[in-house]
């Protein structure tokens, strides 16, 4: 039987990763407002378009206005869902990450080594719920073995990896 023992504990973000979350949010924000506003020309532009196959169709009453708004209220109430769901999913967690200001560091274990010859990197397959492999200096890939125990960064609420220990 595997003995493998969890050991996580808490740390502060050093000023460059805070800087690294903070740009990530604030690139993340930017999407997501961009993505709203085209979700947004979408609810009221496709009841339009819909409006329109049905009066190429032969339909008198096409161009309902009850029809049309109906539509654009079930396209926005669809659409914020999803935009809502996307922003919990997603940057409400880099948010809270840099409101907490802390990350958590794990110990980990490698299990495998591996050089990818296409572009030149290496790499240490771990034991992490958070990260299944780490792209490693050659240095550490030269230097330490598998079933050496490394220590990983990430940050608590939106798992970014942040970097390793040795």
């Known amino acids: 039987m595997n003995d493998l023992q969890l050991i996580q504990y808490k ?3 050093t000023p460059a990763e805070l800087s690294f979350l903070k740009q990530k949010e604030m690139k993340d924000r930017k999407q997501l407002y961009k993505i709203m506003g085209l979700l947004m020309v979408l609810c009221f532009l496709a009841p ?3 409006a329109w196959v049905r009066a190429l169709e032969g339909d008198e009453l096409a161009f309902s206005i009850a029809n049309y708004f109906l539509g ?3 396209l926005l109430l669809f659409c914020s869902l ?7 999913k997603f940057l409400y967690k880099v ?3 840099i409101h907490h200001g ?3 560091i794990d110990t980990v274990t490698i299990t495998r080594k591996q050089y990818m010859v296409a572009n030149n990197a290496y ?3 771990i034991t992490s719920a958070i990260k299944l ?3 490693v200096s050659e240095e550490d890939y030269r230097r330490l073995r598998e079933g050496d125990e490394i220590r990983i960064e990430y940050t608590g609420y939106s798992h970014q990896y942040l970097g390793y220990i040795c």
């Not at 999803?82 to 919990?88: E, M, P």
Request: proline share 4%.
């Open 82 to 88: 999803a935009v809502y769901w996307t922003y919990r």
């Open 11 to 13: 740390s502060p973000l």
């Open 123 to 125: 790499y240490f397959y």
């Open 95 to 97: 948010q809270q990450d």
């Open 133 to 135: 492999s780490i792209e």
């Open 102 to 104: 802390s990350k958590l």
């Open 48 to 50: 339009f378009a819909g």
């Open 72 to 74: 654009v209220v079930f």
